[in-house]
Structure formats: structure tokens, C-alpha cells
Nanobody, 116 residues
Framework: QVQPGEAGGGLGQAGGALRPACAAPGSSFRINVMGWSRQAPGKQRELVATITRAGSTNYGDSVKGRFTISSDNAKNTVFLHMNSLKPEDTAVYYC??????????WGQGTQVTVSS
């Protein structure tokens, strides 16, 4: 069983920064990709960023150039470096962990609110 757990969301200001983290400790499964998605009220869930075990990254168009994803493979931990925050970044941010063949596991989410 893989159980991602998010921490470090909260309140930020426009133009500021936040750095939520997600860990899936003690997993006996090999996690190949970890990432973040988000869902704002009344909107569909969207991709924020992913990172493979080899370090390849992918970003959603709305965060390119502002957010950076990094990871610590030994600890099954991923970080989201959120810079130049905008009010439209306000959403629940979900961590994901993809295990080959098995599928994708989701965390419970952490609220990020950006004030103008």
C-alpha cells in the first residue's frame, strides 16, 4: 500500500512563495513517478508537475516558469517550489505516486490559498 501524505500548504501572498512537500515513506513498492495535481473550486482537476525517478520533469502550462518540482528518491519525497504566486493558484493540491503496473495513488490534499 502506498499512502502519499502532503504537508506545507497554507496561506501565501501574491508574488510570494510556498513549498509544500509530500512523502510516501516505508513503501515496499517501487514508485516511478511522483507529482502534484490541483483542483480549484468549480474547476476540473489539473496537472501541476511530475518528476520521474530519473529526474525528468513535466509541468502544466499554467505553472511553467514559476513552479519547480524536486524529489528525494531515497525517502520517496517530493517538493513543490511555488514562486511568483498568483491568486488563481488557490486550490487543493494533491500529491500522486505512480507505481508501475499497479497504478496511481493519491494523497488527501493540502489547501493552498493565495491572497492578492
Amino acid at each position: 500500500q502506498v499512502q502519499p501524505g502532503e504537508a506545507g500548504g497554507g496561506l501565501g501572498q501574491a508574488g510570494g512563495a510556498l513549498r509544500p512537500a509530500c512523502a510516501a515513506p516505508g513503501s515496499s513498492f517501487r514508485i516511478n513517478v511522483m507529482g502534484w495535481s490541483r483542483q480549484a473550486p468549480g474547476k476540473q482537476r489539473e496537472l501541476v508537475a511530475t518528476i520521474t525517478r530519473a529526474g525528468s520533469t513535466n509541468y502544466g502550462d499554467s505553472v511553467k516558469g514559476r513552479f519547480t518540482i524536486s524529489s528525494d528518491n531515497a525517502k520517496n519525497t517530493v517538493f513543490l517550489h511555488m514562486n511568483s504566486l498568483k491568486p488563481e493558484d488557490t486550490a487543493v493540491y494533491y500529491c500522486t505516486a505512480e507505481v508501475s503496473v499497479v497504478g496511481v495513488y493519491w494523497g488527501q490534499g493540502t489547501q493552498v490559498t493565495v491572497s492578492s
